[in-house]
């Protein structure tokens, strides 16, 4: 969403609201897609300070994220404050640009982005996936064997369960 703060030259008009609410599907986060579940919603102003326009306003939206241990979906509700200066120099603490349009989207998802938990998890005491039969065990327990050996080490056990204990 493309918004023109030419306006905001005038000294008569130095703000300006800007609530809106963009539908988009899905955004790259660097390792998968992630999916919205609802249209995201800003409610905030452009403002002028000089000569850097202030972006100021609140995000609201849920995404759907895939859990780190059991790999299923679940909702995250991502709400998230931004305060940003735009500009044409090339300060690198500002958004620089050479036009008098900005794209809000973009630094809508990129404070989205940042706002993403690292550790994805469905609920806290999420239990995974068995590493044998890949069975959910949030659903109950699986029927392979707590003792898992990984095939490499196979022999090195073989040799300690051997051994007995003077």
């Known amino acids: 969403m493309i918004i023109n703060f030419k306006d905001l030259n005038d000294k008569n008009y130095e703000r300006k609201n800007i609530d809106i609410e963009i539908e988009k599907d899905k955004f790259y986060d660097g390792s998968e897609m992630v999916k919205y579940s609802k249209p995201i919603k800003f409610n905030g102003f452009l403002r002028r300070k000089k000569e850097v326009i202030e972006l100021v306003g609140d995000v609201d939206t849920e995404v ?22 735009i500009s044409n120099t090339d300060d690198c603490e500002i958004i620089s640009t ?3 349009n900005i794209d ?3 630094i809508i998802e990129n404070s ?3 706002e993403l938990p ?26 392979c064997t707590d003792f898992y050996v990984d095939p490499r080490l196979e022999k090195l056990s073989q040799m300690f369960s051997n051994h007995k204990e003077v």
Do not use: M, P
């Open 112 to 114: 989205i982005l940042l």
């Open 118 to 143: 690292v550790k994805r998890l469905c609920k806290e005491d999420c239990k995974g996936l068995c590493q044998t039969c890949g069975k959910d065990l949030n659903l109950g327990q699986c029927s």
């Open 64 to 85: 759907l994220l895939n859990c780190s241990r059991c790999t299923k979906a679940f909702s995250y509700e991502v709400k998230v404050h931004i305060e940003e200066e």
């Open 98 to 100: 050479n036009t008098e």
């Open 104 to 106: 809000i989207y973009e």
